[in-house]
């Protein structure tokens, strides 16, 4: 019987292990913490509103740069708990099978009216994501301006509000805007469902940790260390982004010495000690 992991990993992309940014692993002590972690025989697993091509795209190859092993336990639950894979060996790209739950799925219609409103009058600051299997997101343009781009923001979610309410889908759909996307997505979706899948997929291959650090930059990401500490795991939470303020858990709360360190620089003050405990 394989041996019981020493931790497990459970971490927001877009701000802990990403720069917001430049929107890649910016930090290379991430990766090589994350994957000496990994190798180790820990997961690690990516609970993100990102797409599977992302993380395929921009997180793995930074991890298959600094060393990570075909075999080692690494996950993604994408697009809130709407798609997920595990590593593959036998992929040439390492990721295996992509599932979705079709229940979560925004109507193709809604898609394509996003797309066309984009296309016409925010260009200049967003772009639709097309990799999105179940959701939809809207995202900031790489190096446009933020305050232009929040301003635009504002004006996009109220167009993309109004369609909702006049086709009817605010019971079932809700948006959910952050600091460089708005993302339309199924009411069912969260960092909740996330860890519940992320559970699901270690499940399948071995044993559970029982230890969990959970990393996030905004209050919602709370939800996924509250998931597991109400299944009665040990779990303590990293906030990268404090200054949103610090709710409240019947769990520890992490954050940087100094709350000026924020985002990925955050994350990478902890992995280090997250690595020696790891072994």
């Known amino acids: 019987m394989s041996e019981t992991p020493r931790l497990g990993l459970l971490l927001d992309v877009d701000g802990p292990i990403a720069s917001p940014i430049t929107r890649t692993v910016?930090?290379?002590s991430i990766a090589d913490d994350l994957v000496a972690i990994a190798n180790a025989g820990n997961p690690v697993v990516f609970n993100t509103g990102r797409s599977d091509a992302f993380i395929r795209d921009v997180?793995?190859?930074a991890l298959v740069d600094a060393g990570l092993e075909a075999t080692a336990p690494v996950h993604a639950v994408c697009e809130?708990?709407?798609s997920w894979f595990s590593l593959d060996p036998a992929a040439a790209d390492l990721v295996g099978t992509v599932q979705t739950d079709p229940r979560l799925q925004t109507p193709a219609e809604f898609g394509d009216f996003v797309r066309a409103i984009v296309t016409e009058r925010y260009r200049d600051l967003m772009f639709f994501d097309e990799t999105k299997l179940t959701m939809i997101s809207v995202e900031q343009n790489v190096g446009s301006d933020s305050a232009a781009y929040r301003e635009a923001q504002t004006r996009f979610d109220a167009e993309a509000l109004a369609y909702m309410e006049q086709h009817g889908l605010t019971t079932d759909f809700r948006i959910d805007?952050?600091?460089?996307s708005?993302?339309?997505?199924?009411?069912e979706t969260g960092k909740d469902l996330g860890a519940r899948r992320a559970l699901e997929l270690i499940s399948a291959h071995g044993p559970l940790p029982r230890r969990w650090y959970t990393a996030g930059d905004s209050r919602s990401d709370y939800a996924m260390a509250d998931a597991l500490h109400?299944?009665?795991?040990?779990?303590?939470?990293l906030d990268v982004r404090p200054l949103d303020g610090v709710p409240a858990t019947p769990y520890p709360v992490l954050r940087a010495a100094d709350d000026a360190v924020i985002h990925d620089e955050a994350t990478a003050?902890?992995?280090?000690v997250w690595r020696a405990e790891a072994h």
């Open 26 to 28: 910016a930090i290379p």
């Open 269 to 272: 003050e902890f992995l280090g």
């Open 177 to 180: 805007p952050t600091i460089i």
């Open 80 to 82: 809130k708990g709407g």
């Open 230 to 237: 109400e299944l009665g795991y040990e779990v303590e939470h």
């Open 182 to 187: 708005t993302d339309i997505e199924h009411r």
């Open 59 to 61: 997180v793995i190859p």
